[in-house]
């Protein structure tokens, strides 16, 4: 069963809605409400179905990156915190599982302390919680070994330069979960890090969060149904407009909590 998308119903809900009730509003100056209530509803149905189109695929693109990215974020802590021995362990059963699902024949993988060996190759397991830099590369170049590969969480962009010039493999955490992920060897309880809790001044810092659009939403919504009935409807057109405007801004590019 798919996982409904609700923030994208949501949004696109609340765009039908801005867009309709400022297409009512204007179109209230030259034709009477029922014409012009209709006419609304079709903007508001035109622009929320246009958005619903083109953001629906990003949506989903951007969802199941987002996934992933944090899978391997979560497993690159762990190796962070675990010892590289355990490291080299787990990546040497990955490839040997990934090259037998490949159904391809390579001397069979081993962990030999923070290492991993298979034949003339060699990875060196070097997990931490800061990118590794070119000068902590240095040793990996000049190691023994035809095919040389370094297992890390980032790297800078010294570093791989650096590895580019002299052929040395970079796994990053990305294709480190990618290689666990397809031999099947995902540890089952991952170490994670503690919750972070903000403090009183972060939450009462002020700041435009996204959550705010209600309030815009509302205030302009007022203004421009007020409009309606005024006998001077533009100041109440031109105020609930910006802040309709404000709303959708705030909705879409708001500080998210």
Partial sequence: ???????????????????????????????PLAPALAAGVCCGLAAAGLFFLLSRPRRLKKRGD???????????FHLAMDAPENGAKLLAESINAAHEKRGETAPP??????????GDARGFVRFRFEK????????FIRAEGAKKAVFAGAFTEEAKKLAEAFGLELFDADRVYALVKEGGRMPQKLISPPEKRNGAKEKFRF????????GYLLSGG?????????????YYVVSGSVLLTIAVLVRFFGKKE
């Avoid at 409904?4 to 034709?31: E, H, K, N």
């Avoid at 700041?207 to 209600?214: T, Y």
């Fill in 1 to 31: 069963m798919k996982k409904i998308d609700f923030p994208l119903f949501a949004d696109t809900l609340f765009l039908f809605a801005a867009a309709g009730l400022l297409s009512l509003c204007l179109f209230r100056f030259y034709l």
């Fill in 207 to 214: 700041r435009i969060r996204r959550s705010a659009w209600k």
């Fill in 109 to 118: 993988a081993r962990a030999e302390r923070d290492a991993v060996i298979a």
């Fill in 132 to 139: 590794v830099t070119a000068d902590e590369l240095s040793p």
């Fill in 222 to 234: 007022m203004l421009l149904l007020f409009s309606l009935v005024t006998v001077f409807p533009v």
């Fill in 66 to 76: 987002d996934a992933r990215r944090k899978e391997a974020e979560k497993l690159a």
